[in-house]
């Protein structure tokens, strides 16, 4: 495996389950983010770790839940969500953490979620 | 409020011919930017940063950046239909923002 890693690619979820996100970079790099991508609308910020530490939480519902076990994975635990939650979720790394230095994101597949 | 503005689009141009794509950024203090470029079903891959003002070409692309204006425009020179796709402008910092995208047709 090479690169960003995301999965399920699609998900189908009722407004009580509970699930999972999974992303995995086998880059090396050291921050991991979430974002969401509704359509027609800008990629929104969730989470930033770096270093394994969470230093952003974009006034994200609690219903989204991130987990950074080390460098190299990032989860995203999903409960009691909305369909307005329905959009693309994307997983996306950086060897830069503070973003000056020129290099950019490497993102994942995405997980195509709906909400039912 | 950091906020990236985009055109939506669909900007549509000829085969060959030049496309230009243009971004603007509320937050004078930024450092970095990029292009990314996004087909349709699929995930954003970089194409491009720059964070010095003035060009900077790879291959048929060529990135401009005016810090002074926060102007941002992206040229793609002998436009292909495989260009054809939303590109995604952003700030860099340690919160990336990111427009919501110019839609690209490359008509054959």
């Known amino acids: 495996e090479t690169g960003v890693t995301q999965t399920p690619r699609h998900l189908v979820m009722g407004m009580t389950n509970k699930k999972s996100l999974k992303c995995e970079q086998h880059l090396g790099h050291n921050a991991m983010y979430w974002y969401k991508q509704s359509a027609k609308k800008p990629l929104e910020l969730m989470f930033v770790?770096?270093?394994?530490?969470?230093?952003e939480n974009n006034s994200v519902p609690s219903r989204f839940s991130p987990e950074c076990p080390n460098s190299s994975h990032l989860f995203l635990h999903l409960h009691t969500l909305q369909p307005e939650d329905s959009a693309l979720y994307l997983c996306?790394?950086?060897?830069?953490?503070?973003?000056?230095?020129?290099?950019?994101?490497?993102f994942g597949s995405g997980t195509r979620l709906t909400v039912v | 409020q950091k906020e990236v503005e985009q055109n939506s689009g669909p900007l549509s141009v000829p085969e060959g011919a030049i496309a230009s794509l243009n971004c603007t950024y509320s937050d004078r203090g930024s450092q970095s930017f990029f292009w990314y470029r996004q087909y349709s079903g699929k995930s954003p891959e970089l194409i491009m940063s720059i964070y010095s003002n003035g060009d900077k070409e790879d291959g048929r692309f060529t990135a401009q950046l005016n810090k002074a204006s926060q102007y941002v425009s992206l040229l793609i020179r002998d436009s292909q239909p495989s260009d054809s796709a939303t590109y995604l402008c952003?700030?860099?910092?340690?919160?990336?923002?990111f427009g919501a995208g110019t839609r690209l047709f490359v008509k054959a």
């Open positions: 770790y770096s270093l394994e530490e969470r230093v």
């Open positions: 996306a790394s950086s060897q830069d953490p503070g973003g000056n230095l020129g290099y950019g994101y490497t």
């Open positions: 952003a700030v860099g910092g340690f919160k990336t923002i």
